[in-house]
């Protein structure tokens, strides 16, 4: 194409090359390095490039007059110049903090607005309000909140830390694992994003080299597609999986398969959870009988894989996923309790890992080599929420909530300040969110589309795509650097995260804190140079910034060889001389913390308890239990403008199992309705035999439609989720809690 130039650059979702002409992104290709790319970048140009970009400052007709919510979501919007724009914001920033504190300011981020070091949305708007005074934080994810929570009480690290850094590399697995046993799954769909990106998406690969070993892998959970075709499949229904696993255990224990010389030298509490496990303290024995008719599982298939786990080098995975349920906390504990008992953990290829599959860069063995970071600085205010009671605390100012055994009132929220995310994507009961958010004074989001978030905000400041600005991608779970070159000038009158906070932190006379007299290119030569000195003391040279510009990208020497040395590795070598960050040095199977905060909902140990919604409970009414997985063909609800605009590409596609889509005379392609007492949405019908009878599943991402639709007409299944916590010491997200049913739509 005459006049056209071509660039590699990286996202969240991997690295490709962009042909640009005439200013404009005209079309993507596959990174030349990568295995297995995404087909996610196919939609950037039109994404880019969308009618639904915001275009100019723009601020809220209602509020602009009168300075109240109301008509949030529904009101117009009236474009303002930037000088204007800013001007007012800076001013109701000033007026919120001044009259009521920085408490009173809710700092609300994502993270995932880029794969850049440097404009990274959360780094941004949290350095912002931190100059500002403060804001209230969150704590923990929408992915991972939960098991961020418990998980440091079971194991004494934190759970991240774990997951990126301590846990078996794919060739360790490969060279060492006879049985792996995956709740959840290991879906490589997932696996196609990461934060900071991956490079070469490899989980695909990694599952063929182990059909070829002839590794026996089980895909635990109520669909196929969870992992790769070669596993096995055990259709498990959604929410029992601690059942299970309590089976399992039961199990190892009276056919006296439980490995007692690892429970005793590496764990503590065995001897308070046996009893419970036995029925000795409820009267109800956890046998493979008891736990068949609640999980779906035949209980000789419940014997034969226990058997084989305790005789096999095996390796029990556990997906985000099962953590994101109503006491999602008890089949993360259980897992590595049940671990435990096998006694392979600190074993090449044995014990427990959670996160495989759910993004990229899980299973990737690399030495640590830190990124680049842009300072948020210090943080004043004290006040922290769970990501997951975003909607709680806006609504019930001063009301008290339990959190990991702490107690506090929610703060009372009078300005939001959103950049980098969507939450009217990742929420829970999207219709109770909406009534929430009229509940603020000012809502003010950076944002480069018309999501229903900037729709319902009062202030919207466009703000460019990593397309549009220079930055590095770079993250330690990617064995490559990258120059992020502007490819195309900013779209409209977008401005970059720092630019926007730069002439907000001038007008509040914070400008000097702020940006420390340094624009966006000066910072990025610091970070980057930073970066190199740190490189270089770790024997790895990278070129300066001119260099990388040039050259693009590299590929770093800094993949592993030889199995991972975990902290699991040097704990089992000598416990005493490497304990666990736990009160007792060890793995805690029964946790006196846990059991001094007096939880009901998450007592000492582990135990089974039913969800509130599940098909344990199914009605008439609500007679399917909806999971709803990430989607394959966007991240999270990103470039959603442009997928929308395909041909039958929305509503999105709910997956129906045969005998269920018969009993409501429901036929793939057919638009359906999925409802319950908290909402409804559009849906078009796949019927398959890959998913559990009782089980549907619409995957999330979906733009959330405007207020006062009585069914929203893309198929957001958060329309329908409920908002209740994990429990009261994760106050995770429960959006695998749900039940609802189909019907089919005529016409």
Known sequence: MSGTRTKVTTSHWGAFEVDVANDRIVATRPFAADPHPSAIPDILPEAVHHHTRVARPSIRRGWLETRTPAGRGSDTFVELPWDEALDIAAAELDRVRKTHGNNAIYGGSYGWGSAGRFHHAQSQVHRFLNTAGGYVASFGSYSTGCAQA?????????????????????????????????????????????????TEHETAGWFDRFAAKGMRCVNIGPQRVDAPDICEWLPLRPGSDTALMLALAYVLEDEGLADHAFLERYTVGFDRFRPYLLGQTDGQPKTPEWAAPLCGAEPDAIR????????????????????????????????????????????????????????????????????????QGQNPVNTVIPVARVADMLRNPGQMYDFNGTRAPYPDIRLVYWA???????????????EAWQ??????????????????????????????????????????????????TPVGDARDDYAIFTGLAQRMGLGEAFTEGKDADAWIEILYQEYRERAALQGIEVPDLDGLRAQNWVHLPIQKSGPNRTFFALFREDPDAMPLKTPSGKIEIFSATIDGFGYDDCPGHPVWLPPTEWL??????????????????????????????????????????????????????????????????????????????????????????????????????????????????????SAHTTLVDVCRLEG
């Open 150 to 198: 418990i998980m440091p009480h079971v194991i004494g690290e934190n759970f991240l830390k774990f997951l990126y850094e301590h846990q078996d590399g794919w060739q360790t697995i490969h060279d060492n694992t006879e049985t792996l046993v995956m709740f959840g799954g290991v879906n490589p769909k997932n696996a196609q994003v990461s934060m900071g990106g991956i």
């Open 304 to 375: 034969e894989l226990a058997r084989r786990m305790a005789t096999t080098r095996t390796l029990i995975t556990v997906a985000w996923s099962l953590q994101r349920g109503e006491h999602g906390e008890q089949p993360y504990w259980m897992s590595a309790v049940l671990a435990a008992m096998i006694g392979q953990i600190g074993l090449p290829g044995g014990g427990i890992g959670y996160g495989y599959g759910a993004i990229g860069g899980v299973g990737k063995s690399l030495k640590g080599m830190s990124g680049m970071t842009f300072s």
């Open 420 to 434: 980098g995310g969507n939450p009217f994507h990742h929420h829970q009961d999207l219709n109770a969110l909406h």
């Open 439 to 488: 509940r603020p004074e000012t809502i003010i989001v950076n944002e480069p589309w018309w999501t229903a978030t900037a729709k319902r905000a009062d202030i919207v400041f466009p703000a460019t795509t990593p397309y549009e600005r220079e930055d590095i991608g770079r993250t330690s779970m990617d064995d490559y650097l990258f120059h992020m070159p502007r490819l195309i």
């Open 616 to 733: 344990g409970t199914a009605t008439a009414a609500t007679p399917l239990h909806l999971v709803s997985p990430q989607p394959g063909d966007k991240l999270h609800s990103q470039l959603e403008s442009a997928l929308a605009d395909v041909p039958g590409a929305r509503p999105e596609t709910l997956v129906i199992h045969p005998e269920d889509a018969a009993e409501r005379g429901v036929q793939t392609g057919d638009m359906v309705r999925v409802f319950n007492a908290r909402g409804a949405c559009r849906a078009r019908a796949s019927v398959s035999d890959s998913i559990r009878q009782g089980v549907v599943a619409l995957p999330t991402g979906a733009w959330f439609g405007d207020p006062g639709e009585n069914m929203d007409p893309h198929g957001n299944p958060n329309t329908l989720t409920r908002d209740l916590g994990t429990s009261r010491l994760g106050q995770g997200c």
